[in-house]
């Protein structure tokens, strides 16, 4: 204590005013193993100005808060990017940070990425599903279909438009066999637009994992451009690099998806680099899959669904539905 007032002395003069004192865990790998220091809060005396100016307070750096400090280390430990954890620490009162209380952490969480939470109430008359491959758009496609049927007796049609993927239309085709839903195969633009026109479900389209510089995507393109009723879905694994995220994001912006689809959660350690990519980009989460079991692991995003998935908790029924 002596050294710190006599420190506070030595910067601020000898009149310096001790405003508080705390003992607080050191910094670093000393704070880990118990040792404390000494915080000392000290004003200094204000300079005599001459003349006819008014006297004005010098500026001071106000000192961090140690509890919400302590919610954004908790965060940042958890995956979470430090302008996301310290927007969450934000959100909560001085008492939720000293009194550290899950309970409260998950809700602002929930709280600041509800604008990211657009999971599907309502189908357009086409939901496209758009992607590089082997990120799981087939897959994903049959859950969606599945637990329709099951939940609502619903039937989807289902759309195989690629023509690429060794078994990607034969995968499809078994799926629609077990749920007794329609099912086209379009090969190319032609056959994908009169499988658009002949629809009388809402259909699930599956594309092939392909650059829309491609070709063939080019052509599905225009036909979906010309196409009434259509949202698109950009699929992605939870695992993708920042970096790669980014450079998805923009090979597939002449697609205009308008949704995100994480996949594959149970196959990451943390969703938080991707999921700040698709915040950057401000697209909204429509599922995520947490594994290769249909229909079951499949959900709606919402808010507290986010959460658990950034803070790698188990997704449940009140945390999805």
Request: charged share 25%; proline share 6%.
């Amino acid at each position: 204590m002596r050294e710190a007032l006599s420190a506070a002395r030595e910067e601020l003069g000898p009149g310096a005013l001790v405003l508080s004192t705390e003992m607080v865990p050191a910094p670093g790998w000393r704070g880990w193993m118990g040792r404390r220091v000494v915080r000392l809060t000290a004003a200094g005396e204000q300079e005599a100005v001459s003349g006819d100016r008014p006297l004005l307070p010098t500026p001071r750096q106000r000192r961090p808060d140690p509890a919400r400090a302590g919610v954004v280390a908790k965060l940042t430990a958890a995956g979470l990017g430090s302008a996301l954890a310290e927007a969450v620490a934000a959100r909560l009162s001085n008492a939720e940070c000293r009194g550290g209380s899950d309970i409260a952490l998950r809700k602002a969480l929930a709280d600041e990425l509800e604008s990211l939470a657009g999971g599907v109430a309502t189908y357009e008359k086409f939901e496209v599903f758009v992607g590089p491959p082997g990120v799981g758009k087939t897959t994903t496609i049959a859950k969606i279909a599945a637990q329709e049927r099951a939940k609502s007796g619903r039937t989807l049609a289902l759309v195989a438009a690629d023509a690429f993927r060794a078994g990607a239309i034969e995968q499809l085709r078994s799926y629609a066999a077990v749920l007794g839903a329609p099912f086209r195969i379009a090969r190319n633009a032609a056959e994908l637009e009169q499988a658009l026109g002949a629809a009388r479900h809402t259909s699930l389209v599956d594309t092939a994992g392909r650059s829309p510089a491609d070709g063939h995507l080019s052509e599905v393109i225009s036909v979906l451009d010309r196409t009434r009723g259509v949202r698109t879905h950009l699929v992605l694994a939870a695992d993708t690099s920042a970096a790669t995220a980014r450079r998805i994001f923009d090979r597939y912006q002449q697609m205009r998806p308008s949704r995100v689809v994480i996949t594959k959660l149970d196959e990451s350690e943390s969703i938080a680099p991707l999921l700040g990519v698709v915040r950057e980009r401000a697209l909204p989460v429509s599922f995520l899959g947490t594994g290769q079991r249909v229909p079951e692991d499949l959900w709606r995003a919402t808010p507290a669904g986010l959460a658990a998935a950034l803070l790698r908790e188990p997704a449940t029924e009140d945390t999805c539905h």
